[in-house]
Structure formats: structure tokens, C-alpha cells
């Protein structure tokens, strides 16, 4: 009977897992643009390196990208025009 309990309390755990990833932030309108092309005009940035990390937070894009001299750079991008805000 314990492995009955376990084999269900997993099973809740793995189904209901994606309610706790459900995040209440709006999702971006449906006229902006891809990220891809957000992105594509970060890379274009002089000195650009990488991208460390995308967030999407009060309706615009907060993109983290270090620079060939190590330094870190946050923009904050409007969704629907790409440009930086």
C-alpha cells in the first residue's frame, strides 16, 4: 500500500508541477515582434559577446548581455517596436 501512496503522491506532484510554473505576467501582444529580431539587434551592439539571460517583466523584454571587454549591459526593450525604452 506505501508504494501505492508514493507512486500517487509523485504522480500529483509531476501534474500539478506545471501550475506552479504558471506565471501571471501578460504575454506579449500579438503585434510585437519576435524576439529573434529583438535579439538579432542586440547582437548587432557594439561589443556585443553573449547574451546571458532574457526577461520578459511589465510588457517589455530586459535582455543581459556582456560586452568583449566583460562588461555587463541590461536594456529594456518595447515588444512592439523593438527599440529600447
Known sequence: MSKFVLATSVAILLCGGSAF???????????????????????????????????????AYTITYYTSDKAKVEITYDPVTADPK
Open 21 to 59: 510554473a504558471a506565471d501571471d505576467k501578460p504575454l506579449p501582444p500579438p503585434n510585437a515582434k519576435k524576439l529573434s529580431e529583438i535579439l538579432a539587434k542586440v547582437e548587432q551592439r557594439d561589443g556585443f559577446r553573449y547574451v546571458k539571460e532574457v526577461d520578459w517583466d511589465n510588457g
